[in-house]
């Protein structure tokens, strides 16, 4: 087991990745909006959330998996099951997201309060979504 059980087992370490996981997702969620903006005939705020909040989706459950919850593959069925949860969990943290990004965009009509909204939504998120996720999607292992 060794150093590298007590790295994964310590608080620091575990908050210190997710909240680095939550940025990564966060900055790919943000570029395929400001990408899909770009080139989208007319610029459309719902169709650039639900391609950004796609890309984060799929990074961040992979991420979560393997190196917060350090989640194994047992068979397609139990990866299907979790793979619905995390998303039916990410449902109501999307929620929170597009709803404070869509009234920062609404109150200010700036990028700037825009992506203001949508960072602080998905931190609002992330933080109901890790324990959502440890309690009904990764349980651990009973011993």
């Given at each position: 087991?060794?150093?590298?059980?007590s790295e994964r087992s310590t608080s620091a370490g575990l908050a210190t990745r997710?909240?680095?996981?939550?940025?990564?997702?966060?900055?790919?969620?943000?570029a395929v909006q400001a990408t899909?903006?770009?080139?989208?005939?007319?610029p459309s705020l719902m169709p650039s959330m639900l391609a950004g909040t796609a890309a984060g989706f799929g990074l961040k459950y992979v991420l979560d998996k393997r190196w917060i919850f350090f989640d194994g593959y047992t068979s397609h069925g139990d990866e299907m099951l979790k793979v619905a949860l995390y998303g039916l969990f990410s449902v109501l943290t999307t929620l929170i997201f597009w709803g404070f990004e869509i009234a920062f965009w609404t109150v200010w009509k700036t990028e700037l309060a825009k992506y203001t909204g949508g960072a602080l939504g998905l931190a609002i998120g992330y933080i109901s979504k890790y324990a959502m996720d440890r309690k009904f999607v990764f349980k651990?292992?009973?011993?």
């Open positions: 087991m060794g150093r590298q059980s997710y909240l680095a996981f939550a940025m990564l997702s966060t900055a790919a969620n943000f899909v903006m770009q080139l989208a005939p007319s651990p292992e009973e011993v």
